[in-house]
């Protein structure tokens, strides 16, 4: 069975509390980086894996998407972006990334954010997302970083007095499942290296725009308290690619 965490009523409760699902696309500290890497929506079917409050759902209509397909396997999730974000042209889908179908080359663009660290087969899903994508289709995600879960503590090497002294990478080649801790809970997420999804990336028929480390901008740095940790290591990875053309 798929890990379904957010279902989990006491998970979900600190999950909705966070900057990211209140404030929407200006709570998430890698959107300044990531609305300035996404394609022109304009027209276009988007799909988007792993879609949570829908917010980045809602984005994409506001900004000229003719339709926007919502996945996500949490029902949880999905009764809050249809109660915020349920604009005419969003159609949200309960599934498993992992079981979802669609017809082949459906969509001109896939976005996901923060999503497939908690997919254990990587490849078989860019394999799909490239088969439900038009030739020349565009493929973003984010993800956390491989420095960040490459240990399973996920969390900085402090001092005496509670100071974080440095974030600290091991067994960051060894791939595979993690068991951590995120939201006072146990999760399970999937290491990958940054070749590893690179290397998927290519084997699956995309060409790879642009790979970046985004960083907090001086705007959250300043208003948010411990941001600016976010500067001493990466935290998160974005990638566009685009389909090849057949």
């Known amino acids: ?7 989990d009523q006491t998970f979900f409760d600190q999950y909705k509390n966070m900057d990211r699902s209140i404030k929407g696309l200006e709570g998430a500290g890698e959107w300044h980086a990531l609305k300035n890497i996404l394609p022109s929506f304009d027209g276009k079917n988007v799909l988007d894996l792993g879609c949570g409050f829908g917010w980045h759902c809602r984005y994409a ?3 000229g998407a003719k339709t926007v397909t919502g996945v996500d396997l949490s029902e949880r999730m999905l009764n809050k972006a249809k109660e915020i974000n349920d604009l005419p042209g969003i159609t949200y889908i309960r599934s498993a990334l992992e079981d979802i179908t669609f017809e082949e080359q459906e969509f001109d663009c896939v976005i996901s954010s923060l999503t497939f660290h908690y997919i254990k087969d990587f490849d078989p899903l860019c394999m799909h997302i490239n088969r439900w994508l038009k030739p020349g289709g565009s493929f973003v995600f984010s ?3 491989p420095i960040f879960t490459a240990r399973p503590d996920q969390d900085w090497v402090y001092d005496a007095s509670g100071n974080k002294l440095y974030w ?5 080649f060894e791939e595979g499942k993690r068991e951590t801790h995120f939201l006072q809970n146990n999760v399970i997420k ?4 940054l070749t590893t999804y690179l290397t998927i990336l290519l084997a699956n028929n995309f060409a790879i725009d642009l790979v970046t480390e985004p960083q907090p ?3 959250m740095i300043n208003s948010v308290a411990g941001m600016a940790d976010e500067l001493r290591r990466p935290m998160m ?3 566009s690619a685009q389909k ?3």
Not at 1 to 7: C, V, W
Not at 190 to 193: C, D, E, G, I
């Open 1 to 7: 069975m798929k890990q379904n965490k957010y279902d």
């Open 61 to 63: 209509i506001e900004n």
């Open 143 to 145: 993800v956390e970083h």
């Open 168 to 172: 600290p990478v091991d067994h960051y």
């Open 190 to 193: 999937y290491h990958r290296t």
């Open 217 to 219: 901008n001086m705007e």
């Open 237 to 239: 990875l974005i990638v």
């Open 244 to 246: 090849r053309p057949e």
